[in-house]
């Protein structure tokens, strides 16, 4: 792998946990959603600046283009993150359900037990 493109990835990875840690100051990403972000652009730069450990993992699984394996480990924790959003996504989507519910069956009591209350609309 060339200088050129450790310097490439390791610059990309630098950006992105910059990225990270200013969207965690400015409190719009929150500490337990940010630390696979986290894992990842740390990885992504010890593999870009370290490229004997690259070059062994490329080696180790089979790929001859050590910069390429780089990419496929970055991918392979975009997957993780995107797994992890989408559990997440489905745990709120279900209370947003129940809570819509809860909800409505307040709203039904509540109108139950003061029909005067709505001014006599319907």
Known sequence: ???RISLVAAGAALVLLAVIFELIR?????ERYALLWLLTGTVI???????????????AVGIH???????????????????HYSTVISEL?????????RLALLE???????????????
């Open 45 to 59: 730069f010890v593999l870009a600046v370290w490229r004997g450990a690259l070059a062994a993992f490329a080696d």
């Open 26 to 30: 400015s409190r719009r990403l929150q």
């Open 108 to 122: 039904k009591r509540l109108e139950d037990k003061m029909p005067e209350a709505d001014g006599g609309r319907e």
């Open 1 to 3: 792998m060339t200088v």
């Open 65 to 83: 283009y050590p910069p390429s394996a780089l990419f496929i480990v970055a991918s392979a924790f975009i997957l993780v993150v995107l797994l």
């Open 93 to 101: 989507s279900e209370k947003n359900t129940t809570l819509a519910q």
